[in-house]
């Protein structure tokens, strides 16, 4: 048996919803890649579909992609909400697409990673303040 293991940043809480909410009216494409299943153990309505897709066709990433050509993508947290918080918890990524004063600009869940100060002197206490500092910020509240 064969496996891979792959890691997606824990994105800072929020910062979804702050580019969707800045750019409202100016969205063109909304991309989210996850990937399953989301080894920091996040409880979401999106980790039970993700793993029936898994189950169903062995896939190990799911992508959803909505575009508009105008801009007027209307994304709210009631149909993106859940698998916006499973990419959140490190889950995979996203990508927005927008335009302002005829600026395009792609944001991506990689340039909003959570950044943590792991303390520690010998490998045993890194791990250990690594494993706290995952913990703390991949439950939900």
């Known amino acids: 048996m064969r496996g891979w293991l792959s890691f997606s940043p824990i994105t800072e809480k ?4 702050k580019i969707i909410n800045e750019y409202k009216g100016n969205i063109y494409k909304v991309k989210l890649e996850m990937k399953s299943p989301n080894i ?17 066709v062995n896939s190990d990433v799911t992508t959803v992609q909505v575009e508009n050509t105008t801009g ?6 009631e149909g993106f909400g859940d ?3 499973y990419i959140e918890d490190g889950g ?5 697409t927008t335009q302002k004063d005829g600026q395009v ?3 991506s869940s990689e340039t909003h990673a ?8 010998t490998p045993e206490e890194i791990l ?7 913990i703390k910020y991949s439950v939900r509240h």
């Open 14 to 17: 929020g910062s979804f919803w």
């Open 40 to 56: 920091f153990g996040a409880s979401h309505v999106a980790t039970k579909i993700l793993e029936e897709i898994k189950n169903d």
């Open 72 to 77: 007027a993508l209307n994304i709210s947290e």
């Open 83 to 85: 698998y916006e918080a």
């Open 92 to 96: 995979g990524k996203y990508e927005i």
């Open 105 to 107: 600009k792609t944001h």
């Open 114 to 121: 959570a950044v943590v100060t792991i303390d520690g002197s």
């Open 128 to 134: 250990k303040s690594a494993y706290g500092q995952l």
